[in-house]
């Protein structure tokens, strides 16, 4: 499926602008849609609604930590109930 197209944002002037930029701005912020200024034909700026900011990235996995105890203290239990002990010595022949 081919990606749909954006339709074009609707441009005005940066003179038609400035004489209504208020009653643009709320327009804007009552419909959500976006406007381009264009200056001499050019787009300059784009005008839409502001967002909120994004959640900071700092704690956002917070109480999603599980504790298994410790994992890094040696399990001398486990390791001699396995066939293949590393820590006993081989007899020599």
Known sequence: ???????????????????????????????????????????MVRISTATTAPASAWGFMAGTIVRHGDIVAPDAESWAATATDPLQRIPRR
């Open 1 to 43: 499926m081919p990606p749909r197209a954006v339709p074009p944002a609707p441009t005005i002037s940066a003179s038609e602008f400035k004489a209504t930029c208020l009653e643009l701005m709320d327009h804007i912020a009552q419909t959500g849609t976006e406007l381009v200024v264009t200056k001499r034909g050019h787009p």
